[in-house]
């Protein structure tokens, strides 16, 4: 990007952030590179690069991308205080402290649709509760939407589903949105990820167009934000959802909210929008059992079978994928439509034989995808403490025992070196995570219960 046109992208953004705001925070950045989608600019304090990577960075971003410009992340440098100094000190010294935001995804196609297009955000036609399989993992959440889908007064506010990835929130949103259309089609049922409420906000900004944006979100009778997650750290997109989420919940609409993980361990969101998320019913979709993803298997067989009715599949070969693949939904189904193609290409009935060779790539990758959060999450699960004390750096034995025993644990099953590890327990030294985990290795041998936990721990994760 040349300085000129940094010029222009600035004189857009005076526009929006009106001017005395552009005087005091615009103004002084100095564009420096675009490298590797990453654009640095200097600014002459620390605290200025933090003011504007929390308040207007997203805005930045989006100027950014939507005049064609690639970046997904902003850089502030603060400068040398004395303009002659020579160059490489300065740059030494610049180099020391650098705030950065990570930009959203970009998303140019959403970049000029008009504000109303909102009403018609595509539902997954095969998101629906017929095709959803339930099992014990995600039957709470399964409930709790169903309930909401009847669309009868708002017990629960909202609702927030929560879980790793591909384990079916999406599915689930659009089912219930699928279901209220279809009972009650008058009701304005809004549904769009956290990334598509980000770029409207941004966009009505930058159009002067908060009005109507408010009113439009004002206006829903049922609200659905996935993957909420997304708007963390963005702190004028998280104002103004805090904004639409009350005026929602004072008039009594439903709104209905996913995300990763649990609300109040999701990092850089407001204290505030947590509170708010977790007034309502917080359910969670726990990682898939054996069980459950073979429920979906045969599930997924049927509608292949319509597709290619002429193909069997060998007793075994299910189960096998169902022990052997792991708990992301999303990797099973995607596994099962390549072997229906293959099979169907090569004119083969599917047997194990067909199985290893065609998904070979799939089953090695699946062999070892334990993560040291689903390790950290399933210790505390187990021991009854939350997530951010098996991270936190309290040392009581009730948190430290644990704390270790989930390092052990991500030693055994992880290929994540002491360093890595010690940096996911909050940023704790390789030599803690060292010590953690031969203190267990010593423990495992005099005492009976932390063996058996440890046991349990290791097949509950295996699974
Ligand atoms: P998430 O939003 O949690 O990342 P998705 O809802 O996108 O996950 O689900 C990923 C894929 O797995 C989708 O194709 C979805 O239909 C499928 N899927 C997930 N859970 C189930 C289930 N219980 N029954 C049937 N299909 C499922
Ligand atoms: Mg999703």
């Keep these: 990007m040349t300085q000129e046109k940094w010029g222009q992208l600035r004189e857009r953004l005076l526009k929006t952030v009106g001017k005395n705001n552009y005087t005091t925070w615009i103004e002084p950045l100095k564009f420096q590179e675009l490298e590797d989608g990453v654009a640095v600019f200097s600014v002459p304090t620390n605290f200025m690069g933090n003011y504007v990577s929390q308040n207007f960075a997203d805005l930045i ?21 004395s303009p002659v100094r020579p160059t490489m000190i300065a740059t030494e010294e610049e180099a020391e402290q650098e705030v950065s935001i990570a930009a959203p995804a970009a998303s140019p196609a959403l970049s000029n649709t008009p504000l109303d297009a909102l009403q018609t955000a595509p539902l ?3 998101f629906t509760f017929e095709r959803f399989v339930v099992g014990k993992p995600n039957e709470l959440a399964h409930a709790a939407a169903r309930r909401v889908s009847e669309g ?82 963005k702190d004028s997109t998280q104002e103004e959802f805090f904004h639409t989420f009350n005026a929602l919940v004072d008039q009594n609409k439903q709104i209905i909210i996913s995300a990763d993980r649990a609300p109040g361990e999701i990092k850089d969101l407001e204290d505030r929008v947590k509170s708010r998320l977790q007034c ?23 509608q292949h079978s319509a597709t290619y009715p002429d193909l069997k599949i060998r007793d075994g070969v299910l189960e096998f994928l169902a022990h052997r693949i792991s708990t992301n939904v999303r990797v099973l189904e995607g596994a099962l439509t390549r072997l229906f193609a293959f099979a169907s290409l090569v004119g083969r009935e599917i047997d194990m034989e067909l199985t290893q060779d065609c998904l070979a790539d799939v089953l090695r990758a699946s062999e070892r995808k334990i993560t040291v959060e689903e390790i950290q999450r399933k210790v505390s ?63 495992k041998l005099t005492d009976g219960q932390i063996a058996e936990d440890v046991e349990m721990l290791r097949r509950a994760l295996e699974a």
Excluded at 67 to 79: N, P
Excluded at 215 to 221: A, E, I, N, W
């Design 152 to 233: 009868g007064p708002v017990t629960f506010n909202p609702l927030v589903l929560y879980g790793g990835v591909g384990l079916g929130k999406t599915h689930l949103m659009h089912a219930i949105a699928w279901e209220l259309r279809e009972r009650q089609p008058d009701l304005n049922v809004l549904y769009l990820s956290a990334e598509q409420f980000m770029y409207r906000f941004v966009q009505a900004l930058r159009e002067r167009r908060m009005m109507d944006f408010k009113h439009l979100f004002r206006s829903v009778d049922v609200l659905m934000v996935d993957d909420v997650q997304f708007i963390a750290g």
């Design 124 to 126: 997954d036609k095969r």
């Design 280 to 302: 309502g019913l917080v359910v969670d979709l726990h990682p898939t059992d054996y069980e459950l993803r073979l429920g979906i298997l045969q599930n997924k067989v049927q």
């Design 381 to 443: 699960e187990y021991y009854n403490i939350r997530l951010s004390d098996i991270i936190g750096p309290k040392r009581v034995r009730s948190y430290a025992r644990p704390r270790q025993i989930a390092m052990y644990l991500c030693k055994q099953l992880t290929s994540r070196s002491l360093p890595e590890i010690g940096r996911r327990f909050g940023g704790r030294d390789h030599t803690t995570v060292m010590h953690g985990v031969r203190r267990i290795e010593e423990l």
């Design 61 to 81: 971003l989006y100027e950014l991308n939507t005049s064609g410009e690639d970046v997904r992340r902003l850089a502030f440098r603060v400068a040398a205080n």
